[in-house]
Nanobody, 121 residues
Framework: QVRLVESGGGLVQTGGSLTLSCAAS????????MGWHRQAPGKQRELVAN???????NYADSVKGRFTISRDNAKNTVYLQMNSLKPEDTAVYYC???????????????WGQGTQVTVSS
């Protein structure tokens, strides 16, 4: 069915930048909201940012002014531009997308496998 594949994670120094990408593929009818969550060791998964199909965005307070979420609907891809990275940004980042398949009408949330972002001090 539908798959979400993240890329762009890695190791970066404090103050550096990194861009994450997440591409959806498969039997997709439509994609509504897309977004990013992250999970640090020993902590719950938390919302980082989301973007609606119309381009409205929402950010966690901890990343406002530093991260930018965007999407390319033609490529079924969502991006997360991360600037001024801090050690506390270290986590596994998961993309998500609310998708209707070509066969199944009901919308459901799909998740990527996650990509590791490590920020060194």
């Amino acid at each position: 069915q539908v798959r979400l594949v993240e890329s762009g994670g890695g190791l970066v120094q404090t103050g550096g930048s990194l861009t994450l990408s997440c591409a959806a593929s498969g039997t997709i009818f439509s994609i509504n909201a897309m977004g990013w969550h992250r999970q640090a060791p020993g902590k719950q998964r938390e919302l980082v940012a989301n973007i609606t199909s119309g381009g409205n965005t929402n950010y966690a307070d901890s990343v406002k002014g530093r991260f930018t979420i965007s999407r390319d609907n033609a490529k079924n891809t969502v991006y997360l531009q991360m600037n001024s990275l801090k050690p506390e940004d270290t986590a596994v980042y998961y993309c998500n997308a609310d998708i209707r398949g070509t066969r199944i009408f009901a919308e459901r949330r799909f998740w990527g496998q996650g990509t590791q972002v490590t920020v060194s001090s």
